[in-house]
């Protein structure tokens, strides 16, 4: 009987971020990928944890050096790896010798929940088009969000460029005295700077905009510039929200 720990060789490629899992095929077949010191080209191969596996000669990350990471971000870091302008970045204010990318971004003037990892795989799920992994913001706008918007941002909006899927919205409280609004807005993809935009397209500036949860994953007591290491299983659940098994 297979070990349950094994599984194919081309999955294995996907998860450590490398490659797609029909880009790790194609590897495979050209001789590129090696399981033990062993170039291995047939797709049907089966891997266990234990298993060393390289591409190109480079070891890929096991499973087992994966961290992850909650940050919440405040105003004036932007949310890439390196940047060409030399601003200050989310990996700035994580103390981590791994080499960590942001999952996702958030604007340099948006605060709130962003993970930070170096898993690829994980990377791919929170951040694909097709897995619609929910993201809930805290949006203050100047003006007044009135019924017809409020329905219109329930139904999906087409602005001059870009369709725009339909969002939730929740807890909407109205200042009439400071001509503002206050409300949630969970969206189900991540173009970008979505919710600017639509703002904009309905005349409504943002003033504040704060991203307070990923999915189930809240910030909860976490301060602005804090981060702290997910637990196994908040990242577990987050895979299977992403993957739709709950």
Not at 42 to 47: F, M, W
Not at 143 to 154: E, P, S, T
Request: proline share 3%; hydrophobic share 35%; glycine share 6%.
């Amino acid at each position: 009987m297979a070990s349950s720990k094994e599984i194919r060789l081309q999955k294995a490629i996907a998860m450590s971020g490398v490659a797609s899992r029909r880009k790790a095929e194609t590897m495979i077949e050209q001789g590129r990928v090696k399981v033990n010191g062993q170039v291995v080209r047939e797709l049907g191969t089966k891997v266990l944890s234990e298993d060393r596996i390289s591409v190109d000669g480079k070891d890929i990350m096991k499973e087992d050096n994966f961290v992850y990471y909650l940050l919440n971000k405040p105003r004036g870091y932007v949310s890439t790896a390196e940047d060409q302008f030399d601003r200050p970045t989310v990996l700035d204010l994580v103390k981590d010798q791994n080499r960590l990318f942001p999952v996702g971004r958030l604007d340099m003037d948006t605060t709130g929940a962003i993970i930070l990892t170096n898993d690829g795989h994980f990377t791919q799920l929170l951040t694909h088009p097709s897995y619609e992994m929910s993201k809930t913001y805290r949006v203050s706008v100047e003006g007044i969000l009135d019924y017809d918007v409020k329905n219109a941002l329930k139904a999906g909006v087409q602005t001059k460029d870009t369709y725009y899927q339909p969002m939730e919205i929740k807890r909407i409280t109205h200042f009439p005295k400071k001509n503002r609004t206050a409300f949630d807005l969970i969206l189900h993809e991540g173009k970008n700077r979505q919710i600017r935009n639509l703002m904009e397209h309905f005349n409504l500036p943002v003033i504040r905009l704060h991203r307070y949860a990923i999915g189930e994953l809240k910030l909860d007591e976490l301060s602005m510039g804090q981060y702290r290491r997910l637990k196994p299983f908040e990242v577990q659940k987050l895979k299977e929200q992403a993957e739709g098994k709950y």
